[in-house]
């Protein structure tokens, strides 16, 4: 299938062929026919999917069909849990809407509000939006939704996760009753189908992966190493694998903050995003990261969440994730449009539960490797009830399973060894 035989007019083939895109995406060709034929969608799809132009390409094409005239209402509304997503989006949107006669802008807080209000009162078609500085605006008269034609919530199962869901529910009582709706989700949570139920009319259901499935050209390796063992062997492997750009991931803002402070301190660039930095803030670690002044980003979940990070080879988890879905949404910030790349995770003792919960929801069994000279000196703690799937897994299993391969050569950066000890 061809970005021409879809059904999308010139302006837009343009834009695309100017992105560089040649054929669509996997989702973009199952996503694309529905929307153009009117219908509501529910799709999973990750970050990296090329979700984003699966639903603005048709989004376009329909809301150029019938220009209103006068002022612009808006038209569209593309509701996202994060700034930076907002930002990635809006982006995205104004290219693909560069030849054409649209306008888009996007709105979330941390920031002022005068120039978004100055913005919107110009008039928008399409309004890229987190759920509070919308309702924000709303509430003080800014704003009026009563025009929209097109609804798309992306990532919205992390906009449940965040606590967007009375939000969500107080915008869509906001919103005419006729309008297209569209759903992006990473998974389809028990949650997601509720949410869906609640709003969308007869919607078609999209999968661009099996649900919740992991891109096969990732590598990933787990390690099992002591807590205090971590820093010394992220800090190795940066080092000695030379490596450029790796994006780290931490549970927590304050482990995010000293990680970068500790890389900073022994000469490897780094700096930390998450929710308690500005967005100004958080916006230059992003550029920096980008243009290669800086090596290492720290990130927690919800800061990285739609980050676009093109080509990014490695990705650390230097803590595993307590939801086993962001470890997916974690790794598929590497090996994206085609390449290949790697996800490391550090496992200490009391982490090894989350592993078997990782292995659980993607179907597959990683080998535990360690490290010469960083042995785990404590014992794999004991699995709890909840994460080993509710107590029904025998303990004989999980034994066996978690007795650490030893690795023999010193340089465990050497890639082809780490390969070889990776999973499977
Ligand atoms: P997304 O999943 O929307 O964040 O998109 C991930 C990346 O894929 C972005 O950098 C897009 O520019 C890129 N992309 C989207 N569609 C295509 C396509 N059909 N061919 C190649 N790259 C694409």
């Not at 999308?8 to 529905?34: F, M, N, W």
């Amino acid at each position: 299938m061809s970005f021409e035989s879809i059904g999308l007019s010139e302006s837009i083939l343009r834009a695309v062929e100017k992105q560089g895109y040649d054929t669509p995406s996997p989702i973009q060709e199952k996503v694309i026919p529905h929307i153009l034929a009117g219908k509501d969608v529910l799709a999973s799809a990750q970050t990296g999917t090329g979700k984003t132009a699966g639903f603005t390409l048709p989004m376009l094409e329909i809301l150029n069909k019938v220009q209103p005239t006068g002022k612009k209402p808006v038209r569209a509304l593309v509701l996202t849990p994060t700034r930076e997503l907002a930002a990635q989006v809006h982006e995205s949107v104004e290219s693909y809407s560069e030849f054409l006669d649209m306008n888009s802008t996007v709105i979330f807080g941390g920031v002022k509000q005068m120039k978004q209000v100055a913005r919107i009162k110009k008039g928008v078609d399409i309004l890229i939006a987190t759920p509070g500085r919308l309702l924000d605006l709303v509430d003080q008269k800014l704003l009026f939704l009563d025009k929209v034609e097109f609804l798309v919530l992306d990532e919205a199962d992390r906009m449940l996760d965040m606590g967007f869901a009375r939000d969500l529910n107080k915008i869509l009582a906001l919103l005419p009753a006729k309008r297209q709706n569209l759903l992006f989700s990473a998974t389809f949570s028990p949650e997601i189908k509720k949410l869906a139920k609640a709003f969308m009319h007869f919607p078609k259901l999209v999968e661009a992966e099996p649900e919740n499935s992991t891109v096969d050209k990732i590598i990933q390796t787990v390690y099992r190493v002591d807590i205090k063992d971590k820093l010394p062997v992220l800090i190795n492997m940066i080092n000695d694998g030379d490596w450029k750009q790796v994006l780290v991931f931490t549970r927590t803002k304050h482990r995010a903050n000293r990680i970068a402070d500790k890389l900073n301190k022994v000469k490897i660039t780094a700096s930390a995003i998450h929710g308690n930095k500005s967005q100004g803030a958080r916006t230059k670690a992003l550029e920096d990261f980008k243009t290669n002044n800086i090596r290492i980003l720290v990130a927690t979940d919800i800061a990285a969440r739609g980050l676009d990070i093109p080509l990014l080879p490695h990705v650390i988890n230097y803590e595993l994730p307590n939801v086993q879905e962001d470890y997916v949404h974690r790794i598929g910030r590497t090996g994206r449009a085609g390449a290949s790349g790697e996800a490391i995770s550090l496992v200490a003792h009391d982490e090894v539960d989350y592993v078997a919960g990782i292995e659980k929801l993607l179907g597959e069994k990683f080998e535990r490797n360690i490290i010469e000279g960083y042995e785990p000196k404590l014992e794999d703690a004991p699995p709890t009830k909840k994460q080993n799937g509710g107590g029904n897994r025998p303990r004989n299993i999980r034994n066996s399973d978690t007795v650490p391969k030893r690795r023999t050569q010193k340089n465990f950066n050497d890639k082809k060894k780490r390969k070889f000890v990776g999973k499977k």
